[in-house]
């Protein structure tokens, strides 16, 4: 009979402790602004916590817990580009956007759940492993491509230089083959340009991606080619991945007439617009996208074809028209979470269904020539004899 009082006691004790734990999750809930059918999922949370910290055989780091929690949270969301960042991920995400970091110098698009080589930089570790464009990875250490989000693809094939990357290929016409890949400092210019013909004053630059200084650089391949009597510009934006808007958005303020350039709407309506001040185009421009043009790219892309500054030759783009943040946490961690969609400045969505050519040309696997960029000087010097 003493017993069973002892153990009532001991019951009623710890009744009165979750009872108060529960009071005090509710009250903090209502501060902090949950209320209904939130608190509830908050006292499951924090009650399926308390019970692997309590029962768990094992031991428990509380960090893993934390992180596992947080990064299943964003994954349910079921958005490709929203993801937790651990340490290490986020500062390779930092190094990324930067311009240097330790990888194999290599452009990736992504596509019915396929990861493919898009480009291989030249002079870097991928170009003499042997890496060709149109090549499909299909896993990174051991681990299948289908297993990452779409954004965690680079972060894991990039890391410390001198470090090795095992990237699993599968090639057309050939067997699948590992091919072991020792990382180096990439220093990625993203700009690239020259003139196709002097003559007729036909200059071409090419962006790979949106990085910190992607306007620099942009600006000075201009100049350079302004100085050489570029009299009509063909800008190439395929197999361009996006990046930064901020750098898009001063690329754009060199080429994009004044007015709007792209518009950023959250999910409570509010707008954010970015607008070029530039008074007036001052040559004609041909933009070359495909299918793997997106983000940034598609900004710049449909800026320049709803202002009439540009005719865009090629293939429909990506349709990524949405935009991330990128939070740090409180551990050297991050969130990137989609918060956002853009408009092009006719109030075009492009999210999921692209931006249009005007001039559809498709790019033929194994063409001797690159019948898109013939059609864009084509295109261009209609232009110039107008």
Known sequence: MKKKKILLGILAGLGCAIAG???????????????????????????????????YVGDVDDTALMDGAI???????????????????????MDQTEGTFGGIGIYMGFKDG????????????????GLQAGDEITAIDGTPTSEYQPEEIALH???????????????????????????????????????LDESTGLGYIRIGNFAENTGKEFQEQLTALE??????????????PGGLIKSCTEVANLVVPKGPIVSVV??????????????????????LIDGNSASAAEILAGALQDTGAATLVGTTSYGKGSVQVVVPMYHDDAVKLTIAKYYTPSGRSIDGTGIDPDVVVELQKGAGSDVQLEKAEEVMKEKLAG
Request: charged letters at 25%; hydrophobic letters at 35%; proline letters at 3%.
């Open 21 to 55: 734990s529960a009071i005090t999750i509710v009250g903090i809930s209502y501060a902090l602004g949950f209320t209904g059918d939130s608190i509830q999922n908050l006292v499951r949370f924090v009650g399926v916590r308390r019970f692997i910290e309590s029962r």
């Open 71 to 93: 990064s299943g949270m964003v994954q349910s969301l079921g958005d490709p580009h929203s993801l937790y960042m651990d340490p290490k991920m986020y500062g390779q995400l």
């Open 114 to 129: 396929k990861v493919s080589v898009i480009s291989v930089m030249d002079g870097t570790p991928g170009e003499k492993a």
């Open 157 to 195: 094939i990039r890391g410390e230089v001198g470090t090795n990357v095992t990237l699993t290929i599968h090639r057309e016409g050939e067997e699948d083959a590992d091919y072991t890949i020792e990382r180096a400092t990439i220093q990625m210019k993203t700009v690239a340009g020259k003139m």
């Open 227 to 240: 100085g050489q009597g570029m009299k009509g510009l063909i800008l190439d934006l395929r197999e361009n």
């Open 266 to 287: 959250d999910k409570n309506g509010k707008t954010q617009e970015y607008d070029s001040d530039l008074e007036a185009s001052k040559y004609p421009i041909v933009v």
